[in-house]
């Protein structure tokens, strides 16, 4: 089982930067592939960015690549999620994720196992 906590959201305004974390309870941590995920309201949950337990191989959705990186601290149990350039449309809900399946590009949410409760990222215009 695997318990995720994510902090760090809040209101910015448009081009300004957030950083989000997730903090896993996973004792195996480090064999977890881990992911952002977002849902804006009226929307379905998409994919934002993905990273392999390594951390060799990052994956992202076009519409945060070269303004969102994804990264993480294995001694640490932890996942970030850096953002920068915010756009009013960056404005969601952030999820973080877990799984031991493979990850890859084009992740869906209906692959991963484990879901934080989420924390609201709003951008101003």
């Known amino acids: 089982q695997v318990q995720l906590v994510e902090s760090g959201g809040g209101l910015v305004q448009a081009g300004g930067s957030l950083r989000l974390s997730c903090a896993a309870s996973?004792?195996?941590?480090?064999?977890?592939?881990m992911g952002w995920f977002r849902q804006a309201p009226g929307k379905e949950r998409e994919f934002a960015a993905a990273?392999?337990?390594?951390?060799?191989?990052?994956y992202y959705a076009d519409s945060v690549k070269g303004r969102f990186t994804i990264s993480r601290d294995n001694a640490k149990n932890t996942v970030y999620l850096q953002m920068n350039s915010l756009k009013p449309e960056d404005t969601a809900v952030y999820y973080c994720?877990?799984?031991?399946?493979?990850?890859?590009?084009?992740?869906?949410?209906?692959?991963?196992?484990?879901w934080g409760q989420g924390t609201q990222v709003t951008v101003s215009s």
């Open positions: 996973a004792r195996t941590f480090s064999s977890y592939n």
């Open positions: 990273i392999r337990w390594s951390g060799t191989n990052t």
């Open positions: 994720a877990a799984k031991l399946a493979p990850v890859g590009w084009g992740e869906t949410d209906r692959t991963w196992h484990y």
